[in-house]
């Protein structure tokens, strides 16, 4: 097998470095090189502590036995499997052999410069005892086995084979089972060359300067002209198959070894495997299969083992999404069981336990979970036969796991741990610390969070889903202008926040947008976008969810169809004079779609379809990924559906820069739409207002709101459920109820439904702040909640009232100032957000006085063109002429006037 080398000598590694230990850290293990100046806390030990590679320590020369000692010794507790001791060192072999034998000997390894068969196989026997492995350098400028064994050797090649074979083979038997790596220096490898080693049972030491990445993927076959070996190409020459299409068997575990299912290799799906840090395998219909290319059910690849025959070989992986197989389950064998099993059902449970339930209350309740865990641990204490220890135990390993699932923490984190510890020479002292009396220490906690508590409850009983009532008929005209208004929102701050954000996506383009991403999104991006066309649905996606979106991606089609009128404008405006106007779709759009607190597809259809429709030749969707840098399968079916160009997986300011202006992967577009929080929406005004961005946006938007106008008829369920539909989207958003001559009781009625309703919400946090900045205010008339509703101008209008059927076009009539309208009771806003056909995409905070919703013109621009004969001009000339002299415009004028001398004569 191959053992790569990476040189660390001195300062922090650059970024590059970083990225070829991530790659070399894959075969399974990686000789690091290091000097007395390299940094062990700040620049080693962070490497050392990778749970998934088998990391050796090659050391330099020291003029003392204590001080090689004391290195040795703090480069194993910093968790290095093996350290590499170069021989010899300028003291004594038998100082040296006493310094070896106080460290176990599967941790150290021997480095020999190969001089002589003799000296060699001496200085192995001397300390076969101490070590486990053996590096043999050797500086020979030619080395026989780089050949395949065949009849074509001459004669002296043949003898000169043999004689390098009867060597290795003894250095082999006087090393008996001891891990032996030959470091061939002026030798540029082959994969014949390491299958001819690996059958002597040498594995091939390959320096970062003898190794490339990716060559496979270039089509340059797997060594570069400069002698470079593909790492994959050299990890396979020594694989062996008997399969006749040359495959490797392939088993893919999670990182606790839970079979997730087979698939199978080759040398060039390796190669891309190493290249991408990914699974990818080599499909037997289709060739290359990158797992999770549609179904978003990507694998971090973390380690590649051949098992003891060399046929069969190891993927151990993350696992993202539902899982490694095509029935949506994590592993292709079924159901898991045991801690991995605990593990997923916890981390499911985290995210959407039923609230009341037990596992919510111990998610919610640190105090109960720390109750819990020091009750099952004291239990199993006392307890004395084996059923019981390991029912206790279980208790433990629960309670215990359910801290570290409400805290980030896996059981990959604890295995890296316990590892690590495996790995110490110095031994703790393991005493135990002082008790502490749980049951004191509550009581003084307790004490310290009442008063704390007491003030929370004070502060959240404002947040109860009241409604604030107004009367329109006692209230002053400043109160009526306050509630026609939205609250003041300051965009000085969140401009001087933005800015920079734009200017670092101007300046580095995609590593800005990867920085900026895992600062404020928690991810780290392998790639900024997710390149089209998208041609699967993704496995996650069930069928009444692919049914729902079919269903509302149809309506949305034939009502943004049907604002399309593709044929040109004609117009004779004077005898001669003919104005005309043409249609033409905006080439390249944005579209930005936001991630946040709720998954948003609807957002993507109201703003693909019409894109779409228009005839947009070039859609691009932004949109914040999921924690494992994924994107919601959602997002990505309707993405496939209105043929986007690509996915940049990014949100906020970062993402709007971006499609602004441009990175190495994420195309410059000429409109920008879509909505979004304070920061989104200040990036969009920012770039429309540089000219250098040469961009446009759809709207200004703010938080989102409706306004519900009801009358005595109206059901006290429907209202207070299209109020909380929009109160549940942010704690800025308002919901407010326009009452028309409600009776007190009437009124209470609503508010309890709110109540009632607003509690049972998942999202019941946010959505009682933003009732808590909403208002009801009461009128008399239908047309005082009207005239009300056009000063306020809502993003949506709901009305439900009596005899709707027969009045709605009379009312239709009066409406001013809305985004978008719903008439009667059955005429939800939900409706329109989803699937009844019109856009959702609408102006809030008072701008629907003068913007529209999203439509197929938002995508649209109208180029105007005019023909005028000579009698035309000979009729409009003169007031041409006229109207230049008036603005003293006179090279105007004298444009019109030189035709016209020669019509007139």
């Not at 920085?515 to 089209?532: H, W, Y």
């Not at 909403?774 to 909640?785: C, G, H, W």
Request: hydrophobic residues 40%; contains cysteine.
């Amino acid at each position: 097998m191959i053992f790569p080398k990476l040189n660390l000598c001195g300062s922090t590694p650059s970024e590059d470095e970083v990225n070829l230990y991530q790659t070399y850290s894959l075969s399974g293990s990686v000789l690091i090189e290091i000097d007395k100046e390299t940094p062990v806390k700040e620049v080693l030990t962070p490497i050392l502590v990778a749970k998934f590679a088998t990391n050796w320590v090659q050391l330099p020369n020291f003029e003392n036995a204590d001080e090689l000692s004391d290195f040795m010794l703090k480069i194993l507790d910093s968790g290095a499997s093996k350290v590499a001791i170069p021989y010899p060192q300028p003291f004594s072999t038998d100082l040296l052999i006493e310094k070896f034998s106080q460290f176990p000997d599967d941790r150290l390894s021997l480095i020999i410069n190969y001089k002589n068969q003799k000296e060699t196989l001496d200085i192995i026997n001397q300390f076969n005892p101490y070590v486990s492995a053996f590096i043999i350098k050797s500086n020979v400028d030619v080395c026989p086995l780089l050949k395949p064994n065949t009849k074509a050797l001459s004669q002296k090649e043949n003898f000169e084979r043999e004689i390098y074979t009867k060597e290795l083979t003894q250095i082999h038997a006087v090393a008996k089972k001891h891990k032996l790596i030959i470091d061939l220096v002026k030798i540029n490898p082959t994969c014949q060359l390491i299958t001819n080693l690996d059958e002597l049972s040498f594995n091939l030491l390959l320096d970062s300067s003898k190794l490339a990445i990716g060559v496979y993927k270039n089509n340059k076959g797997d060594v570069t002209e400069d002698g470079k070996i593909d790492i994959g190409a050299a990890y396979s020459a020594s694989l062996i198959t008997d399969r006749p299409d040359n495959l490797y068997s392939t088993v893919v575990v999670d990182e606790q070894g839970v079979a997730l299912g087979l698939a199978y290799s080759d040398a060039e799906s390796i190669s891309e495997a190493f290249r991408t840090r990914q699974g990818v395998y080599k499909s037997r219909s289709r060739g290359l299969w990158y797992k999770g290319l549609t179904s978003n059910s990507v694998q971090q690849l973390l380690r590649i083992d051949a098992d003891c025959d060399k046929d069969t070989i190891r993927f151990t992986v993350h696992q993202t999404g539902t899982g490694f197989c095509h029935l949506n389950t994590r592993t292709c064998f079924g159901e898991d069981s045991g801690i991995t099993a605990l593990e997923a059902v916890l981390k499911k449970r985290f995210i959407s336990a039923p609230e009341g339930s037990y596992t919510k209350r111990l998610f919610n309740d640190e105090k109960l979970l720390h109750a819990k865990i020091m009750e099952e641990a004291a239990e199993l204490c006392e307890a004395t036969d084996k059923d019981e220890i390991a029912w206790e135990a279980a208790d433990v390993i629960f309670f215990s796991l359910s801290k570290c699932i409400a805290h980030g923490v896996t059981l990959s984190d604890i295995e890296s741990h316990l590892d690590r510890r495996s790995k110490k020479i110095t031994r703790r002292p393991g005493n135990a610390k002082p008790f502490r009396n749980p049951v004191e220490e509550a009581a003084k906690k307790e004490a310290e969070q009442k008063k704390a508590e007491e003030a929370k409850k004070v502060e959240e009983s404002k947040y109860d889903f009241s409604l604030k009532d107004f009367d329109a008929s006692t209230i002053s005209a400043e109160q009526r202008k306050v509630l026609e208004n939205r609250p003041i929102r300051s965009a000085d701050n969140i401009a001087k926040l933005v800015t920079p954000i734009i200017e670092n996506v101007r300046k580095n383009g995609d590593k800005a947008i990867k920085e900026l991403t895992e600062k404020f999104d928690g991810v780290k991006l392998d790639d900024v976008v997710i390149q089209g066309p998208f041609t699967e649905t993704p496995a996650e996606l069930s069928q009444e969810t692919v049914a729902a979106i079919d269903l509302a991606f149809d309506n949305l089609v034939k009502f943004h169809q049907a604002q399309l009128d593709p044929k040109p404008l004609h117009v004779e405006t004077t005898p001669g004079v003919n104005c005309s106007r043409y249609v033409r779709s905006i080439e390249k759009v944005g579209l930005y779609v936001p991630g946040g607190t709720a998954v948003l597809p609807s957002t993507t259809m109201h703003l693909g379809v019409p894109a779409m429709v228009a005839g947009c030749s070039e859609i691009v969707l932004a949109t914040p990924p999921r924690k494992d840098g994924s994107i919601v399968p959602e997002v990505l079916y309707v993405a496939k559906k209105i043929n986007a160009k690509m996915i940049v997986k990014a949100g906020g300011a970062q993402a709007i820069a971006a499609l602004a202006y441009g990175t190495e992967t994420v195309p410059k577009v000429d409109k920008i739409c879509g909505p979004g929080n304070q920061f989104v929406t200040a990036a969009k005004m920012f770039v429309q207002n540089d000219h250098s961005a040469l961009v446009s946006i759809d709207m200004p938007a703010g938080p989102s709101e409706v306004l519900v106008i009801a009358d005595a008829e109206a059901k006290p369920e429907y209202v207070a459920a299209d109020l909380l539909s929009q109160a549940e989207h942010g704690k800025d958003s308002q919901s407010v109820l326009v009452a028309i001559d409600l009776t007190d009781d009437q009124f209470k009625a609503i508010e309890e439904e709110v109540k009632k309703q607003g509690n049972a919400l998942p999202r019941a946090e946010i959505a009682k702040y933003s009732i808590a900045n909403s208002f009801a205010l009461r009128v008399k008339t239908l047309e005082e909640a009207i005239t009300f509703s056009n000063a306020y101008a809502p993003e949506h209008l709901i009305i439900n009232v009596a005899d709707i059927e027969n009045k709605k076009d009379e009312i239709i009539s009066k409406v001013e100032n809305a985004g978008s309208v719903f008439l009667g009771s059955y005429t939800t806003e939900s409706c329109g957000d989803y699937a009844s056909g019109t856009n959702h995409t609408l102006p809030t905070y008072g701008y629907a006085r003068m913007y529209s919703g999203t439509n197929t013109g938002s995508f649209l621009k109208h180029i105007t063109a005019q023909y005028i004969t000579k009698d035309g001009l000979k009729n409009l000339g003169p007031a041409v002429m006229r109207l230049a002299e008036c603005e003293s415009l006179d090279a105007h004028r004298n444009a019109v006037a030189v035709r016209m001398k020669d019509i007139v004569g």
